[in-house]
Nanobody
Framework: QVQLVESGGGLVQAGGSLRLSCTCS????????MAWFRQALGKEREFVAS????????YYADSVNGRFTISRDNAKNMVYLQMTSLEPEDTAVYYC????????????????WGQGTQVTVSS
């Protein structure tokens, strides 16, 4: 069973930065592609960023490209999302996801999900 736990969310002013962390508790965490999604109030869950199992390939949504960076530390079973130049439009619950099927941008590609961490960006 794979358990994902996000942390690092909070309230930040526009232009600020936050780093989200995702702890993966499973024997095969380093074999999974990992991703971050987000869901704003009243909206559908949307793709933010993904990273392959070795950390050698990443993909970003256009809305965050150049501002957010996804990374992983397989020795620690951790995945990170460094967020800079935050905007009020980035306000959402951020979810960590894991799956075997590559760097997909849709929720159906990922098999395991965390409970989410709230990020609120004030203007």
């Amino acid at each position: 069973q794979v358990q994902l736990v996000e942390s690092g969310g909070g309230l930040v002013q526009a232009g600020g930065s936050l780093r989200l962390s995702c702890t993966c508790s499973a024997r095969l965490c380093s074999s999974y592609a990992m991703a971050w999604f987000r869901q704003a109030l009243g909206k559908e869950r949307e793709f933010v960023a993904s990273i392959n199992s070795r950390g050698t390939s990443t993909y970003y949504a256009d809305s965050v490209n150049g501002r957010f960076t996804i990374s992983r530390d397989n020795a620690k079973n951790m995945v990170y999302l460094q967020m800079t130049s935050l905007e009020p439009e980035d306000t959402a619950v951020y979810y960590c996801a894991a799956g075997f099927r590559g760097l997909g941008i849709t929720t159906t590609v990922y098999d395991y999900w965390g409970q989410g961490t709230q990020v609120t960006v004030s203007s």
